[in-house]
């Protein structure tokens, strides 16, 4: 079957696309009925996703419902490796079972799955008319994956712990049990919503009521695979990526969670990949898992995330990491450095969220340092100058959008003392409390310095000398030869730290400052940027000092022998990839002592905060910690020290300085809200249920139901039995 014929499009176009396997062929499922599946069916499902790179990234999912014929599942492998030969054996390949969806598939279906009975055998199909005859009932379950099943139509398929949804067409009545909670409510209100927008155009009602308050409205509602060589390669992990040979394809076995990995080596010959599925299943059996374990078929160099987390130090292609971790000898990176104006951030959430900025830093400004345990206020004339062994607290006061908002940065020297890194945080909450309890506390390890901290110095670079205050509150000597390493960042902001004054200490990508008795050097490497070497004649004036400009190259020996004598120094490439975002997306995790730590699957959205939990959500450059008003104390005591064990023992060897963002619920920044798509600072403030519980301005609850007595037919059996909803 020729894939173009079926709508599979390899120019470029990103989205989501779903077939049904119609007698051997592929029928495209129209868009408003995405998420309702027959359990009598398979189903491909194809979704693309456009990177920053301007590559195409592809997941391909095959269904099965529990009721499929074999000849169904097998139909919907061939097409699979078909679709898969289509695109160029780009796709990464999941196995989808009923029941038992991968995360990933999950995440494509935000209102939900629906399983109908039925399927194409049964005449049943997947087509959006003005036809308003229904009789069903659904039983919603879930909390955070919704999945509704549709149930017999009798009263004994309700229960006092979930949600029902009985659709007769143009009229759809949700029925909340007892036991149900406020957010099992709002889905199965928005599977019934979903329902009546896509499946019915708008033109039904939608009423909800509550197990207790029906007032007897509802009276009666009733009615060869061959063997398959393998050889061990590694039994435990974390393996080698090494082990990984491109001429072959490996299984990666993590069945104990349910989910099965094959890769596919770029060099294997066309039938071992087109084998891969089959492989997987003969695997499966061989090793006795359920039949529900979920596959996921990777080609090499499009490994996810989730597989990368096995091995140990995954790299990428030409993959680098930070600044100064790759090195090439003898030669030197010219790296151009892009400025953002911050100013446009009140007008962009997003912009705000990617740069970690919520305004341009021109607010309001206090700084304290930690001195034995208590905090001492900073001279004025000497913000953006730190000590590395001393620690501080920093406030900042900003409008956003008519509203006041405080940020509390805890800042901690690297040489700091565990008392003043542990005073810094008791200190700092218990300003957060005379506060209100509203500012965002955000714990900053020296050298990981979020953007908008280093933008409160009005332009300034920001200092970090060596030493620190004593106990006796005596400031430590500067040293007779000093060296200071200049660096900007994306956002234009520049950070001036002291180092050993030593030429292996030196960077090609950055500017210095060398301070000797008799004179003064400003290094200037060849990849250092105007705004670097801006910085250092700033740090010439903080210090009262003038220099010597030297570029890289042009050095005298008076400048080498203050530095003990040249030496091998660094000469990072200092790439900047465009990949990042997609090597390293944002991911959310609600954290419960009730049901352990769950990863929120797809796009995040506000609903995904479920105010009853503590979520972490990790941006890579930054980890937020968002508590829910209605989180348990356990919970929010243990929040920090939750995102602190989230970093120590992420696979990927996370730096465990990066910084952690505490936020209460209806105190965000728009540096969080930025990662979500329309945020509305008033969801919380309302009852979730009551947008959807008004349709063309008539409130739709419970009373709807006494506006008439009505029948409705249904046949089982060859029988017609009358059924009254009074």
Known sequence: LPMSSCGVSSDGAAGLQVWRIEKFDLVAVPENLYGSFYTGDAYLVLNT????????QYDLHFWLGDFCTQDESGAAAIFTVQMDDYLGGKPIQYREVQGHESKVFLGYFKAG??????GVASGFKHVVTNEVVMQRVLQVKGRRVVRATEVPVSWDSFNQGDCFILDLGSEIYQWCGSQSNRFEKLKATQV?????????SGRARVYVCDEGAERDKMIEVSNGSGDMAMSMVAAENPFSQSALESSDCFILDHGSDGKIFVWKGKEANLEERKAAMKAADEFIKKMGYPKHTQVQILPEMGETPLFKQFFKNWRDKDQTEGLGVAYVS??????AKVSFDAATLHDSPAMAAQHGMVDSGNGEKQIWRIEGSDKVEVDPSTHGQFYGGDSYIILYNYHHGGRQGHIIYMWQGSDSSQDEIGASAILGAQLDDELGGGPVQVR???GKEPAHLMSLFRGQPMVVYKGGTSRDGDQSAPAETRLFQVRSNSAGCTRAVEVDAVSSNLNSNDAFLLVTPAASFMWVGQGASDT????????CDILGLSSSELSEGGETDDYWEALGGKAVYRTSSRLRSKDKMDAHPPRLFACSNKTGNFIVPGEMTQEDLATDDVMIMDTWDQVFVWI?????EEEKTEAMASAVRYIESDPANRDRRTPIVKIKQGFEPPTF???FLGWDHEYWTSDPLEPVLYHNGKECRGEGLNQASFVFIWCASQLRTNYYLR
């Open 113 to 118: 799955l629906k399983y109908l009975k039925g």
């Open 330 to 335: 003898n030669s030197i990176a010219k790296i």
């Open 49 to 56: 996703i456009k990177q920053r790179s301007g590559n195409l």
């Open 628 to 632: 829910g008003n209605e989180a348990h």
């Open 673 to 675: 809200t930025g990662w």
């Open 192 to 200: 019934a919503k979903g329902i009546r927008d896509n499946e019915r």
């Open 532 to 539: 670097e070497k801006n910085g250092t004649q700033q740090l």
């Open 444 to 446: 900053v390890v020296q």
